[in-house]
């Protein structure tokens, strides 16, 4: 996981212009669109398909779901404020938007845990039947990747407190932001594919 | 909490710690062949199980067993690091840099390599080794006696691996090219892993979902490929496949980018039709997504979606034969020196014409349905996989040996070595094609005595042990050049590209001074111009350091001023982490806790360390 | 000629002698090159021409390189040749030559892709074929005839078999009369068989499918239509209730558990074969051993030995293991089976 190598002290010449690491995290965020897509691809074959229920129709609630979509957009545009923070030099502000993402993240796993919650407690578990398998390891899989951004932006909240984040470092907050904008995109394609196109059953 | 950042330049802690491109080389290169040796006995126990119909050799579970692992072994555990091993050693080298992008991610990659693949050897001992086959199909992979859950986790962990791999390389290529390294200046070897790298980083997501899925199947109790759920077990095949197919380019290109440096060397001639060349691997990188399901031509698919792949499959051999033709053209009208390294490449393009004719027939779908799952296949993919791609790396091995080693194998030694290799192969594989379309399936680890079959696997063990005395002699070579070998010099073969330009083995720091190169082959332009008519005129004390024009960035200075990264424990550490976290999985919430924990203290130390200090 | 061209020579002619030899020798039962029936002679007609193409290939492209490697070798004196970078016509010439043979191999190809696909016309005849692990279930529905391991079809008529299995992935080869197609669970596959002549005509489970895969085998019987119509009818009869020793012994290992005796109450179990004409069949255990009084005293005396992993686990308790049945128990089992015909 390269996303937190320091840039060398010595600035390195690299022919393209681009920092290594951030070719390194798009090269990495490349191959997660492969991972979504056999996933989302997997939801997508099964869909109707399961032999027993509960459907999607009987466990989902649209509105609710929305909300906490929102809130993780939301998260993506204090993440832009977070990186023009550090471009300018405004250290404070930075940390402020750094937390201020983390905390929608956090909103936005809460809520899907107690939506989960209440899917087993009517009847949805991961053993269930297909629907609850493809939905739950494919939601589980954006959920993990969402906490594991999480931590980085609390890490680099972090480190902004104890000095080690000084504004030539920006490049790391960049990084992490390509990061937390593909996993907000991942799940922009889960909501509607997964959620709100109607599968008629 | 700070740790002192380790330092020793010798001794086994500095292997452990090194952070060095060539040292992981070196480590990726002898796992491999140690590899190598363990899936070899693995299928000298199989041939002797089948050297007689009803053999009595091996029970069927252990014949299952061992068939699984061999595939699993010869794939993950030689093919693709013998490859990653030439990556790491020799990529900065042929691009002109000091280490690749991310020094301790190339370290990370190949302790998780020995873990993973211990991880994986450890279920012989804990239970049974996977009996599911390499390809593990569903539903069987799903029943307690295949013991699939060390395949799901061992190639998980094998995945993170070469993903990572891939990433470092991909990068390195595209940022870390010495001044004047346009893309089209760049050697073949280096395009071959350039395209392998993506190839890498899109096809193995696809694989760790359908291992996943399997994974959670076997430990959580859920239905990815449940038929009794409504699951359709063709999805593992779709899931596996779409990685397996560019998986098979990963595991030909590095050899193929190999024999293009090797024969304009040993012809004395550059490569015909350089150009071409780079865009049929690019090519088949990418024709390479659109024929997966030729290996599903009889689930019932149906006619239209099996045309659509017989097509795609047929047109892939294009880029392949134009490969062949310029290689073939290379050596017309060159001066051939018959050395070792060559004598490889051109086994692998004399058996790879084999294996790709025979791979052409499996496209003509109505006679893939006799010839899948049969002798027939196993004989394809061993002539493009042996004959193709472990001849390409022995090429590899054999000409650059001087360069890592700083010694010359024996030329003597060396020859006896690819005789009796070439002719143990063909007596062990060519024999398959027979008893393919003769009516032997694959995988069955007995066969009946009224088939017809008997003779021909009679000669087919007969061979296998010539190969394995082949690789004796292999060893015999190593052993006795070790001290004794003739020193090899910075460039023993009269070489086309930057490696030869530096002393053997190169100092840690790789160019004393980086090299601002002008066109390809630029260190055999700088020994050798062209006169007219492409005739070659030495240039005068071409080639030394004093005339070589460098980059005014980075100087060296004897090295002692050169910034390299420095070693680090943290990238062991991570690793280590993960099979704790995998035989938790299996076992234990608690090893589960202690492997997540070493992983991520690892990955945080490693994140606030400096890279160089 | 240098002793290189010499070697090479050997050895392509070697190769190919070796190869010209295989085609005599003891009989194949399962080659697929000799096909006995149309499906198998449409792959054939594809397959020998393109096969030959590709000898023909590979004579000219290793023949070439060959003469290359004589030609060009280092002699002493020699210059450095010649740094020829690359030929634009040669390029376009071995992209656009190989693009065209290969496109004239894909249009028989598709052809028979969908010559093999769907139902043929004609008297069909419908089999329903089932795979387990690891054993075929075979049944007629038109006929109302359930067997297994054997499929019995009137030569010179097409046979459209629907393929499906219980467990796990199998496939259906039988190479003298068709190619595969697989059986999956959860979808129905079809395929066409046709045998020319009477005969006997085996065939292989090709889809690794577990431990003994390696011993699942069946036969096609391919027969006239009057002693297929034949067989047929005597599939339908119900056979004598057994006696009381083979009773006894059936009800002591609980036979009827897991098999099918038409007519015999108790006996409707549905996880092995169906054994009411199992003295009729001329194999057992999958296809694999001759049915015959040997084999049948060697399997009941211990059919994990026999045939690892399977089923059949008659141990005391029901458990895998020898069976401890004694010989003459074994014998009264072995008299009756044989008696249902």
Redesign the interface.
Known sequence: ??????P???ST????G?S?AK??MW??L??????F???IS?FL??RG???SGPTPKDVYDIPYTSVSSFVLLMSSLTMVLALAAIQRGDHPKLRVSLMATALLGMTFISGQVYEFTRFVQEGLS??T??FG??FF?LTG?HGAHVTGGIIMLL?LFG?SLDG?LPTEKAEAVELVGLYWHFVDVVWIVIFTVVYLIPTGK | MRFQRPTATTGWWSWATTVDHKRIGIMYGVTAIVFFVVGGSEALLMRLQLARPNGRIL???AY?QLFTMHGLTMIFLVVMPLGAAFFNYMLPLLIGARDV??PR?NAFSYWVFLFGGLFLYSSFLLGGAP???WFG?A??SE?P??HMIFYSLGLLVLGISS?VA???F???I????A?G?SLMRMPVFVWMTLVVSFLL??????L???L??LF?DLR?????FD?N???????WQH?FW?FGHPEVYVLILPAMGIVSEVLPVF????L?????VVFSGIAIGFMGWGVWAHHMF???L??VA??AF??ST??I??PT??K???W??T????????KTPLLFS?GF??MF??GG??G??H????????????YYIVAHFHYVLFGGAIFGLFSGIYYWWPKITGRMLSETIGKWHFWVML?GF?VTF?PFH?LG????????????P????N??NMVSTIGSFMIALSLLIFFYNVVHTFRRGAVAGEDPWDGRTLEWSIPSPPPHYNFEELPVVHSVDDFWHRK?A?GE????VPVVAGGSEADREVST?DHGGGGHSI?MPSPSYFPLVAALGLPILCYGLIYSTILVIDGAVTLLVG??G???E???E | MTA?SKAWLA?TAA?GL??LL?AC?????????SPQGPE?R??DV??KP??WI?VG??VL??G??VY??VR???KPG??????????RR??IG??IL??LL?AG??VP??G???S???KPAGNVLEVTVTGHQWWWQVEYPGLGVVTANEVHIPAGRPVYITLSSK???H?F?V?RL?????L????T?HLTIQADEPGVY?G????????????M?FRVIAQTEDDFQAWARQQIQLPAPPGAEALAVMQQVGCGGCHTIGGVEGFGGIIGPDLTHFGGRTTFAGGMLENNEANLTEWFRDPQHVK??NDMKIAPGGLPGPSGLSDDQIRALIVYLESLQ
């Open positions: 996981m390269a996303v937190h190598a320091q060398s002290e010595h010449h690299t022919s393209t681009l290594n070719l390194g090269a990495f490349g191959s997660e669109c492969l991972l897509g056999a996933l997997t074959l099964y398909k399961s032999l991961v053993r039947n297909l398998t493809s390891v899989f890490s480190m080690r | 029970t069927a579970e299952n992008a991310f991610l009996s599911g086959g199909y539903p069987l029943q006696s295949s993903t891939a990433i470092n991909a990068v390195t595209i940022n870390l090219r001044p390294m980083i899109f096809a193995l997501p696809v760790t979902i359908g996943f899925e959670f959580f109790g859920t239905h990815f038929p759920f409504g699951a359709d077990p063709v999805l899931l779409l012809s004395r001639k550059p015909f039709g350089y150009p071409v009889a689930v019932g149906g006619p099996n045309s017989a097509l047929m047109f051999a294009v034969g134009v062949i033709f310029n073939m053209a050596l017309w009208g060159g001066d051939i020196r018959f051109l393009i004399a014409i084999i004719l025979s052409v027939t496209a003509i779908v109505p006679s893939d349905y006799q010839q899948t799952d049969t002719i063909n060519g027979i379309l003769q009516g032997m399936p694959r995988r069955i680890y007995q066969y009946a009224n088939l017809g079959l003779f021909w050798y062209e008519g492409g005739r070659l960035g910034h990955l945080y490693w994140a606030v400096p890279s160089a | 290189r050895v190769t070796t190869f295989s020798g003891s009989s194949r039962p399962q080659d697929s090159l198998a449409k792959i594809l397959f393109v096969f590709a290939v590979f492209v290793e070439l390189l290359a490697l060009f070798r280092h020699r210059e450095v040749p010649a740094q020829v970078h690359g030929n040669l390029e071995w992209t190989p693009t290969l191999i894909a190809t598709i028979t892709i969908f093999l696909a769907g467990d796990v992935i496939s080869w190479p068709a190619g595969t197609q697989d999956v669970p959860n979808r596959n085996l292989q489970c090709k889809e690794f499918c577990g431990i003994s895969h390696a011993n085998r690892p992993g």
